[in-house]
Nanobody
Framework: VQLQASGGGLVQAGDSLRLSCAAS?????????LGWFRQAPGKELEFVAS????????PYRDSVKGRFTISRDNARNTVYLQMSSLKPEDTAVYSC?????????????????WGQGTKVTVSS
């Protein structure tokens, strides 16, 4: 599975962005859980959101709850991250990941496939 994230850019605080991650090489089926992670400059990779195979379970890190929404479209082999009310502390490179298990997960070690990231910069 090859994953490619897109949709990043430079925005102002309070703005919104939607990130997309398209998969190729294999179809996203309900047997795959998907996730978004981010890495800010000088910091470690951190979990942002995940979505289970059935889309019924969507855990988020506390700092993005109520502002970010993860969703998936299996027919389009794409996972999305809708980000609203962006803050400067959301500035990071955002990467998507997939795991061969339908359960959503917060640990990076549980993911099998990773895509290149897309940079999001939020100015104050």
């Amino acid at each position: 599975v090859q994953l490619q994230a897109s949709g990043g850019g430079l925005v102002q605080a309070g703005d919104s962005l939607r990130l997309s991650c398209a998969a190729s090489g294999r179809s996203f089926s309900s047997s795959y859980a998907l996730g978004w992670f981010r890495q800010a400059p000088g910091k470690e990779l951190e979990f942002v959101a995940s979505i289970s195979g059935s889309s019924g379970i969507t855990p988020y890190r506390d700092s993005v709850k109520g502002r970010f929404t993860i969703s998936r479209d299996n027919a389009r082999n794409t996972v999305y991250l809708q980000m609203s009310s962006l803050k400067p502390e959301d500035t990071a490179v955002y990467s998507c990941a997939a795991r061969q298990n339908r359960l959503a997960a917060m640990l990076r070690s549980l993911y099998d496939y990773w895509g290149q990231g897309t940079k999001v910069t939020v100015s104050s």
